[in-house]
């Protein structure tokens, strides 16, 4: 039997595997409708799909988490603080979303716990850890016994400061498994060790309210499959299924950085180590960066309107897909999104009682895309798209094909608006970027992108539906741990002490989870005195000492230069200020091989169809699995596959390269 | 007729410039008021000095290119301005430092980036340059006519010197400027793109189509809902910083005449004289362009849901519909120069009251009660190593009562304007926050609540001084509708109460300074309101028991409703239904300042 690594990604509509063969590379991949109700149902039919293997490993992504999120559908959850801030949530940061005036008709949303679930606990620390005033154990116990008589099991702790002090926290927690025994925990100072408290409260309430889900998934899955596994994390790691329940907000957002991974492993192999990621499905659209390999990290991320500030691959995600919902607004203009019909009932031309126009109703008029999905198994009703559209377009003054061409180019605006903030953000030129496109609807927008951002080329790599299932099996695992130490005058010892505090901390885990030969990384935020935001930077392995000082604090100047154009490198009067030390904890796997592709023997003729560009034409239609290494395929032309397509416009010349990408360039 | 789908694109295109530009000046600029309080602000403007960008206030391009002739700009040209009186109304108070990047086409100017933020400080009598006692403009700070900062790329070293020289916190006036100038010349960048894509004459015809759909839009969806007739109706600062606390009006006669060219007049006249301390704006400039832009928010709320209101864009496209009539030079709307106008805010805020207030006369009461959301509070002196520090934050207040909603607590009408988190506080300035929480009772009793303001107490480790600026600390902001007042500022420090305007108290290590910010105004009547939502606001610690049984006429016993003494009281504290004079209610303050008259003449329906 072979010997595969498996990788599984449960998306909302299907649930992606993919193995690999671990001595020749060789891929498999198969694809089952995802379950909902219960995912581990998907997750084990789409593994028997693949028929007998000698499993070595088995790497999940999974929306669990997420969901819960994003639907709202978080049980009763608790919060305990310091005396005197029951209020921190309701408060929050005073911000009124969006724009001027908003604050008259802004209704705020429920915060993730109500104020009647917020509970507060005597004991004060200093914003070095010194103790104020004594923990209160009396008081600890009434609260815990208070939670337990309403029954409310998921319980966040966030005490102000304890990013420099843990105590107090873990004396609460001591306190709840003793009142409480029922309760599941997080505290803040485990989840996230960084200031700011209304973030590191939500943080930590965020990851308190997945964590019952999760740990019932997770022990139902371990079950059923009888042999460890690993998860998906935001950060581009991996870790045991094991390890994973004790920080499940890890996990959060944990999809697209699998398919950021995939891409970038893919993208780097065929010559591109730094590409931008485009992951197109049926309601929105995936942006990332990676830079030599490496996806950019952020920690001021968010999980629908809840802030999530652990470090996670930093991607933008526009209301942007396939089912995204072309309308007029009141004032009479054409809008695209950010509504979706989704799946179901999905475009007009599904035929399934969808009654709106979609993204992908203009790409089957125009004839863009075929009459048909997954290679003929769903057909498409061209009429009711042709219709839908006539309706919109008598309203608009215009013919059906340019409001089609329309809805298409609004909706390459507005992923282009996306990857264009995206880089801004970061301080790079969109235009030196190739764009890797995947999922579904990611290919179709690919020489519109080139024209309106200026890309040098877009990839699409073959199996377009399969980049991010590919994407698990390209990850080491890696833990974050960051500990917030202010100051304008950085103390090398106590830096040097705290670093390898944590690395001790990473080792521990690394070592649980079997590896004897881990890589840290550590690195430091840092900014200029006054700033409210940090610029990260990479710092050095081995001893603190001036050289290593002047190493990363040059890196920082060099980055603020970077990002946002200007830095204060040889001017005393700006002094720089450390807030943030972090070492990353990584255990390397061996990452599977790209395979180079075969040349196609006898490729079949394209085929022939009208397809609207520029205008209505008789065009040639190639299969991609007819085209071989160094196929060239010159626009106007579409190229089709099994669940994706790609138009190569008038204007435009796609090649194949050697390990089977598609490669669009502007002639 | 110009192609819909390409103004969506411009549309969409200015909107993401607009926000590359503000995430910039964000992520990089060193003052508090702008890196925490948000309170700073991008536009773009096209060639006709038109604003096309929705989200944002923003000052005005036409000093610019009064000094500086359109044909005379090159590119690599910066244009800075903060002088008031010469900022034709677009800049209302010295630090408020506004930087002005022309776009290029084919070597024209074909339209304009602008961003001004309210800067730490910018010299004058007072540390922060906000000196609640100061007599004329003089004592405000350092006043800078339209100059050119950089010229074709090179920065005018001689100006930021003496800028930066000005100044009590150097460094962080010449970051804030970096950030200003950086982020806008990137923005005029991405804009000229946008004209070598579509060409110049789309791109402009999509300008006027964006700026007539805003008019049209305007005129059907909300204008629409007011019935034609005059109302007039008025509302108060109530101290100046110079003279003793009294009434000083803002009045609007709103007419409205849907025939009409602009179908909404707006007449201040009957607005008291210009006051001698710094409560002036100086509005009357360029017909009240920057006022028009400034107050047409308010009439979103007219829209049919809060989803809605949330879509309509202010830009240069609400001017037509809005003809102003101010009174002569020398009132708090037409200040003669030198008079003072640092403290500015509480007149044009109290001035979206005010319309507010004369549309819900004119639309019965379909608008929100009062909200008042800015105040500066602070502490200042040195730190342990002797450096001189200054903490200074805005802290919001709750919004009034809609006729859908509650109002919310603790928030703030500049957007994304944020609180400063207690631990990066403790970790910068000495002192203690030993309670962030929210007033109890502060929300003005109503069937809508109004939200509820701030109570934060900050126990000083150091000898400083205290600081505020805040007005609404007397009079409150009203409850429409049968909805009442919500409760005032109000700021004790060890027990003794501090007026609104401080620019230097004293305060010992160990004393605590207790901030009580305003609560919203109520809307309806609040012996409508479900005592089950009075039940949850006193379990939740918003309402007290007494509030409930006083305020509401709910009557608890523990957390249970007692319905039929509810009901028995309500009957017997509701007002009888033909009294007058309550369509507004002012709360406690307004008779000390109005001659214990409990209502103004202005207040009947």
Known sequence: ?667 | MTDPILVEIVEGTLASVEKEVETAIARTARSPMIRDAHDFRAGIHDRRLRKLTGRSYSALVQPVVRDFPIETMRPGDVYFHNDVYLSEGGIGHLPDLCVTVPVFHDGEVVAFVQAFGHHDDIGGAVPGSMPSHARSVYEEGLMVPPIKLWDQGAPNEAALRIMTRNSRMPDSLAGDLDAECSACLMGARRLAELFDRYGRQAVEECFDAIIGKTTETFRRELLSKIPEGTYVWEDYAEHDGVDEPRLHAQRITLTVDHAAPAPLTIDFTGTSPQAKGPINHAGDYADGVFLKKWLAPVLRNLADTPERMAELDVNEGVVPLIEMVFPEKGTLLTPVFPAPTNARTFVILRLLGVLAGVLAKATGGRMPADQETIRYTGVYGADADGVPYLMREVLGGGSGGRWYADGEDTIHIVPDSRNIPVEFAEARWPFRVERLGLACDSGGPGMFRGGLGYDKHIRMLRDASYMSIADRSILSCWGVNGGLAGRPFRVEINGREMDGLVDDHPVQAGEVIRIRTTGGGGWGSPYDRDPRAVAADVRDGKVSIAGALGDYGVVLDGDRIDEQATAELRARLRPPADSSGRFFDRGPGYPKLAGGRTFAEVDDL
């Open chain 1, 1 to 667: 039997m072979r010997s595969v690594r498996i990788g599984v990604d449960t998306g909302g509509t299907f649930t992606d595997v993919v193995a690999v063969d671990e001595r020749t590379g060789e891929i498999v991949t198969t694809k089952t409708p995802s379950t909902p109700a219960n995912p581990a149902d998907g997750f084990m039919a789409g593994i028997a799909k693949l028929g007998p293997l000698d499993v070595s490993s088995i790497v999940h992504g999974t929306t669990v988490a997420t969901n819960r999120l994003l639907e709202d559908r978080i049980g009763d959850l608790g919060l305990i603080t310091t005396e005197g801030f029951e209020f921190i949530l309701e408060i929050a940061r005073q911000s009124v979303p969006d724009g001027y005036g908003n604050s008259y008709f802004w209704v705020k949303p429920p915060r993730i716990v109500p104020v009647h679930l917020v509970k507060t606990v005597g004991g004060r620390l200093d914003h070095l850890g010194g103790e104020v005033r004594p923990f209160n154990e009396e008081q600890a116990a009434e609260v815990a016994r208070w939670f337990r008589s309403k029954g409310v099991t998921a319980i966040g702790v966030c005490f102000l400061h304890s990013y420099a002090n843990p105590e107090h926290e873990r004396s609460m927690r001591e306190v709840l498994w003793r009142e409480h025994p029922e309760a599941v925990i997080s505290l803040s100072s485990d989840v996230l060790r960084e200031y700011r408290e209304y973030e590191r409260a939500v943080t930590t309430l965020v990851d308190a309210a997945v964590k019952p889900a999760m740990r019932g998934y997770i022990a139902n899955l371990s079950t059923r499959l009888g042999m460890p596994f690993s998860v998906m994390k935001s950060n581009g790691g991996v870790l045991s299924a094991r390890e994973v329940v004790n920080q499940p907000i890890t996990t959060v957002l944990s999809g697209p950085a699998a398919g950021a991974l995939g891409a970038a492993l893919i993208a780097s192999t065929a010559g591109h180590p730094s590409v931008i990621t485009l992951d197109g499905g049926g309601t929105s659209t995936d942006v990332a960066v990676v830079v030599d390999g490496e996806p950019s990290i952020t920690t001021e991320g968010s999980i629908g309107r809840y802030p999530c500030k652990i470090p996670m691959i930093d991607i933008v995600t526009v209301g942007a897909g396939g089912g995204s919902i072309a309308w007029i607004s009141p004032e009479g203009t054409l809008k695209v999104g950010p509504k979706s019909a989704g799946a179901d009932p999905g475009p007009l031309c599904y035929g399934r009682g969808g009654a709106q126009v979609t993204v992908t109703d203009a790409h089957v008029l125009l004839g863009r895309i075929p009459p048909h999905l997954l290679g003929g198994e769903i057909p498409l009703d061209v009429d009711a798209a042709r219709a839908g559209i006539e309706a919109l377009a008598g309203k608009l003054g215009l013919s059906p094909e340019r409001t089609a061409t329309g809805i298409l180019e609004i909706s390459a605006f507005n992923q282009s608006n996306a990857i264009r903030q995206l880089t801004v953000k970061r301080g790079l030129d969109v235009r030196d970027f190739p764009l890797v496109t995947f999922g579904g609807s990611g290919p179709l927008l690919a020489c519109r992108l080139i024209d309106i951002l200026g890309l040098p080329a877009v990839v699409v790599p073959p199996d377009p539906g399969n980049v991010s299932a590919f994407g698990l099996l390209t990850v080491d695992v890696k833990n974050d741990y960051v500990r917030t130490y202010v100051t304008r005058d950085l103390d090398l010892a106590a830096a040097g002490e705290i670093f390898r505090e944590l690395e001790r901390e990473a080792a521990e885990a690394l070592d649980r989870e079997g590896f004897d030969d881990p890589v840290y990384a550590r690195s430091a935020d840092l900014r200029y005195y006054g700033q409210a935001y940090e610029v990260r930077v990479p710092a050095p392995a081995g001893e603190l000492d001036e050289a290593w000082r002047a190493e990363v604090t040059g890196r920082f100047h060099d980055a603020h230069e970077k990002l946002y154009g200007y830095a204060y490198r040889d001017d005393p009067r700006h002094g720089i200020e450390w807030v943030n030390l972090r070492v990353s904890g990584i255990g390397p796997i061996t990452r599977p091989v790209v395979r180079r592709r075969p040349p196609v023997a006898d490729p079949p003729p394209p085929g022939v169809r009208r397809v609207h560009f520029e205008e209505a034409a008789d065009t040639p239609i190639h299969q991609r699995a007819a085209l071989g290494p160094g196929a060239v395929v010159r626009g106007p032309a579409v190229i089709e596959e099994y669940g994706s397509t790609i138009p190569v416009h008038p204007g435009f010349t796609a090649t194949v390269d050697d390990y089977g990408n598609v490669e669009v360039r502007r002639d």
